[in-house]
C-alpha cells in the first residue's frame, strides 16, 4: 500500500474516512508533466481521490468489498492535457487565440484571455481599440500601460486580463473544498454495476474544470445533461473534448418557459454542478440555499476562479489568469523573466477531478445518511493547495516521461476524434466512454 502525503490531503479534505487514503497504490511515471511545482503530484492525488471516491460508491451500493484502487500515472498525464491530445478527423485544435497569452506591459506583464469572441472585443473596446485590431496591436498598446491598470480596466469591462504577480506569503490559502452545512433525505440508489449508474446531473458549467468533473460523472453511469444559455456558444473544439459521456441542449433561463423546464429537471435531478461566477445563477433560483430548500436531497457543487469571499470572489476567471495571479505563472518563468505556465492546465483538470470526487463522496453520504451535501470549489483553491505541496527535488527525473499516452478513438458528429483515455482507476472501472460527444446544444432538454 502506498501512503501518499497529497492523496491522502486531497482525501482527507473531501472524505470523512482518512485513513481509507493508504489502500491507493500509484504506478509511477517518472518526469511526467515536469514543473517546478508539484504538478505530477497534484495529478495523480485527484485522480487518485476520484478513482477512491467511486470505488467506496460502487462498494456501498452493491454491499460489497472495496474494489482495489491504482492510479496509472501514465493515464493521469495524458489526461490532464487531453485538449492537446485531441484530434478531429486529423485536424489539431486550436487552444489559445492570438489574443490570449502573456504580453509586457510598461511596468511588468499582464496575462488576457479572449478566445471567446465576446471576450475579445470587451478586451478591445475596454483598451480603446477597434474592434479588428490584431495581436500586434494589443501589444503596442499594452506595452503603453501599467499591468494593475490594464487589470482593473478589463474587469470593469467585463473583460479578462489580470497581472502578473508573485506568490504572496501573507495572504492565507483557500481551502480545497467547502462543505456547507445543510441537506435531508435524498433517494437511496439501488446495487448497479457502475458507481454512479442512474444517477441524474443538471451540468451548467463551462471551459474545462466543470467538464471535466461532469465528463467524469458520464463515464462513471451518471445521466449528465449539460445546459447551455442559447446566447453563449461553446468552441466546438472544447466540447469535442469535455462532451463525452453526456448530452448537450440549450436553454433561456430568462424566459419564463426555460424557467418551466429548468424547475422541472431539477426535480427529478439527483446532482447539480454550476461553473459560474458566485452568485451569477442566484437570479435563476440557483444558489445553493434555495435548491436545498426546494430540493432538500439534492447535491450542489459549485465551482468559481478566485474562491467564494473576498474582494476577488465576483471576477471571471480561467486555470491561465490564476497561475498569473496567484504566482504561478511568475515561478515558472524562464531565465529572461518572461512569464511561464505548468505544463498542463492543472488547476483545470484538478479541480475538475476533485469537484467528480466530492460529488461521489457525497453520493456515498446519501446513500448512508440519507442527507445531500452542498459543495464549493475554486481554481484559486487548488492553485494554493498546489503552491504549499513540496516542490520537486533537483534529482526528480526531467523530460516527458515514459512517452505512453493512453488514446483511443471515437466516431463523433464533428468527425472522427483521437483523444486521450480516462484515467480513473479501480478494478472494474470502464476504460472508455459509452457514447462520445453530441453536437453542442443539439439534445433535449429532458432526462434520459
Known amino acids: 500500500m502506498t501512503n501518499d502525503h497529497p492523496t491522502a ?15 491507493v497504490r500509484h504506478r509511477p511515471a517518472p518526469g511526467t508533466l515536469p514543473s517546478r511545482l508539484a504538478v505530477r503530484d ?4 485527484t485522480v487518485a481521490v476520484c478513482s477512491l471516491a467511486a470505488a467506496q460508491l460502487l462498494a456501498t451500493r452493491n454491499a460489497v468489498p472495496l474494489p482495489a484502487v491504482e492510479v496509472d500515472e501514465d493515464a493521469v498525464a495524458t489526461a490532464f492535457v487531453s485538449e492537446r491530445h485531441l484530434r478531429i478527423d486529423g485536424r489539431t485544435p486550436v487552444s489559445f487565440a492570438p489574443h490570449s497569452g502573456f504580453f509586457r506591459t510598461a511596468d511588468g506583464w499582464v496575462r488576457t484571455h ?29 506595452a503603453t500601460r501599467e499591468a494593475v491598470d490594464v487589470q482593473e480596466t478589463a474587469y470593469a469591462a467585463g473583460a479578462l486580463a489580470v497581472a502578473v504577480a508573485q506568490v504572496d506569503p501573507a495572504r492565507p490559502p483557500l481551502p480545497l473544498v467547502e462543505t456547507l452545512a ?10 448497479a454495476p457502475l458507481p454512479a449508474a442512474g444517477v441524474r446531473v443538471l451540468d451548467l ?30 468552441s466546438e473544439d472544447a466540447q469535442a473534448d469535455t462532451g463525452f459521456g453526456k448530452r448537450s441542449a440549450r436553454l ?20 447539480v454542478v454550476t461553473g459560474y461566477r458566485p452568485y451569477a445563477l442566484d437570479r435563476f433560483g440557483l444558489s445553493q440555499d434555495a435548491l436545498a430548500e426546494r430540493h432538500p436531497g439534492l447535491i450542489t457543487a459549485q465551482l468559481c476562479a478566485w474562491g467564494w469571499t473576498g474582494p476577488w470572489a465576483d471576477r471571471r476567471g480561467f486555470d491561465s489568469l490564476v ?12 531565465p529572461d523573466g518572461t512569464p511561464g505556465v505548468l505544463p498542463a492546465q492543472a488547476l483545470d483538470h484538478g479541480t475538475g477531478y476533485l469537484l467528480a470526487a466530492g460529488v461521489l463522496r457525497a453520493l456515498t453520504h446519501r446513500q448512508l445518511h440519507g442527507l445531500g451535501s452542498r459543495l464549493r470549489f475554486s481554481l484559486a483553491g487548488t492553485a494554493d493547495w498546489l503552491l504549499g505541496l513540496p516542490r520537486p527535488g533537483a534529482d526528480e527525473p526531467g523530460g516527458g516521461g515514459r512517452g505512453r499516452p493512453r488514446l483511443a478513438e471515437t466516431p463523433s458528429p464533428y468527425g472522427l476524434l483521437r483523444h486521450a483515455l480516462p484515467p480513473i482507476g479501480y478494478a472494474g472501472a470502464p476504460v472508455t466512454w459509452t457514447r462520445g460527444p453530441s453536437r453542442w446544444g443539439t439534445d433535449r432538454p429532458s432526462w434520459s
Request: glycine residues 12%; negative net charge.
Open 9 to 23: 490531503q486531497a482525501w482527507a479534505a473531501i472524505s470523512d474516512t482518512p485513513e481509507l487514503a493508504a489502500v
Open 42 to 45: 497534484l495529478a495523480r492525488a
Open 182 to 191: 445543510g441537506g435531508a433525505a435524498g433517494r437511496t440508489l439501488p446495487a
Open 252 to 271: 433561456d433561463l430568462a424566459d419564463p418557459a426555460g424557467r418551466a423546464v429548468l424547475d422541472g429537471l431539477l426535480a427529478e435531478a439527483d446532482v
Open 205 to 234: 458549467t463551462r471551459v474545462i474544470a466543470g467538464p471535466v468533473a461532469t465528463r467524469t460523472l458520464g463515464l462513471l453511469g451518471a445521466d449528465v445533461l449539460r445546459l447551455d444559455a442559447p446566447q453563449l456558444p461553446e
Open 323 to 334: 497561475q498569473a495571479g496567484r504566482g504561478i505563472a511568475a515561478l515558472e518563468s524562464g
Open 114 to 142: 479572449a478566445n471567446y469572441p465576446h471576450h475579445r472585443t470587451r478586451l478591445l473596446a475596454a483598451l480603446g481599440l477597434p474592434a479588428g485590431a490584431d495581436a500586434a496591436g494589443l501589444a503596442a498598446e499594452l
